[in-house]
């Protein structure tokens, strides 16, 4: 299975804030979408990535002021991404082993056409599971 399939189920819908959003306007946009992360753009462009995680570590563990704090001044800037293409099994590799939690998904162009989390890719491997127990459960116990 390819990130295009998970994109294909939860849609393409990106949330972005500009690198100038406050602290607390990339918050409130996270909560009212409930998700753990934003990209934030220049321009279009993907120039970081401001998760719960930049909350913690670079907001509150250092008693900033979310309103007076840009994302730019706190946002992770080196970015891992994926491509449509890549196969579930190395966007979970990547993000194990970069401890990440959120992979935006861009093409050969540099357009970003969507994002996934680790959630995502949790919920197509439960449902595979599921998928395979019922099975198993049926070749060895008949149709119920």
């Excluded at 690198?19 to 279009?44: F, K, R, Y």
């Excluded at 570590?57 to 491509?83: I, K």
């Amino acid at each position: 299975m390819r990130i295009s399939e998970i994109l294909t189920g939860k849609g393409t819908v990106v949330h972005a804030v500009p690198q100038a959003a406050s602290v607390l306007e990339a918050t409130q946009v996270m909560n009212d979408h409930a998700i753990g992360a934003v990209v934030v753009t220049e321009h279009d462009r993907l120039v970081g990535i401001f998760s719960e995680r930049d909350v913690l570590r670079r907001v509150v563990a250092e008693d900033l002021r979310p309103a007076e704090v840009t994302v730019s001044d706190v946002m992770t800037t080196e970015v891992t991404c994926c491509r449509p293409e890549t196969t579930l099994e190395e966007a979970r590799g990547v993000m194990k082993r970069r401890r990440i939690r959120h992979l935006p998904v861009i093409h050969s162009d540099g357009e970003i056409c969507g994002i996934v989390s680790i959630g995502d890719l949790n919920a197509v491997l439960s449902s595979d599971q599921e998928s395979t127990i019922h099975c198993l459960h049926e070749y060895l116990y008949g149709r119920v």
